[in-house]
T-cell receptor, first 112, second 112 residues
Framework: GENVEQHPSTLSVQEGDSAVIKCTYS??????FPWYKQELGKRPQLIID?????GEKKDQRIAVTLNKTAKHFSLHITETQPEDSAVYFC???????????FGKGTTLSVSS | KAGVTQTPRYLIKTRGQQVTLSCSPI?????VSWYQQTPGQGLQFLFE???????NKGNFPGRFSGRQFSNSRSEMNVSTLELGDSALYLC???????????FGPGTRLTVL
């Protein structure tokens, strides 16, 4: 079945720096890749997603890139701010589209 | 539109008991997925329902079951509770399969 690997598990950056989180997936039929942000005690919130017909998508300081050949996708956050501190999860659908499989998460800490 | 709601928000049970959790999707959403979140295992897929049909089940024992009603509301049940079932149970709704999923606030289950 689908497997999603996420790295790193923790990431500490200074305010204003960029942060990059990488994920690889196993099912070559996967075609939808969302990223969720979960603050302490809150529900996961979708921050950006990408479908396999595009290679990159950007929304203000957040961007996601997808390399279908290598089966990996990445989240890029520029000009990080303390409020970006949270756990970030990547995910991919299994081939049948009946299950969203999540990576183990990355704890991002942004210090001012 | 109101977001995904889950009841109850907190539950304390003892080993051997059973529990039922409820999820009300965003109006118009017909697909509901359930996840178990624990610190060690991250977000693990439990089930996915669409039009009252379970389309997929994750790697969980038969003690975990669920259903979806004609109004798209969903319930999950865990019988013969074990200490290891303590977790945050999240549901997510989407318009349909393979669509963006939006999470509810979760039910925090503690098994003593």
């Amino acid at each position: 079945g689908e497997n999603v690997e996420q790295h790193p598990s923790t990431l500490s950056v200074q305010e204003g720096d960029s942060a990059v989180i990488k994920c690889t997936y196993s099912d070559s039929a996967s075609n939808y890749f969302p990223w969720y942000k979960q603050e302490l005690g809150k529900r996961p919130q979708l921050i950006i997603d990408i479908r396999s017909n595009v290679g990159e998508k950007k929304d203000q300081r957040i961007a996601v890139t997808l390399n279908k050949t290598a089966k990996h996708f990445s989240l890029h956050i520029t000009e990080t701010q303390p409020e970006d501190s949270a756990v970030y999860f990547c995910a991919a659908f299994n081939q049948a589209g009946t299950a969203l499989i999540f990576g183990k998460g990355t704890t991002l800490s942004v210090s001012s | 539109k109101a977001g995904v709601t889950q009841t109850p928000r907190y539950l304390i049970k003892t080993r051997g008991q059973q529990v039922t959790l409820s999820c009300s999707p965003i109006s118009g959403h017909r697909s509901v997925s359930w996840y178990q979140q624990t610190p060690g295992q991250g977000l693990q897929f439990l089930f996915e329902y669409f039009s009252e049909t379970q389309r997929n089940k994750g790697n969980f024992p038969g003690r975990f079951s669920g259903r979806q009603f004609s109004n798209s509301r969903s319930e999950m049940n865990v019988s013969t509770l074990e200490l290891g079932d303590s977790a945050l149970y999240l549901c997510a709704s989407s318009l349909g399969p393979r669509d963006t999923q939006y999470f509810g606030p979760g039910t925090r289950l503690t098994v003593l």
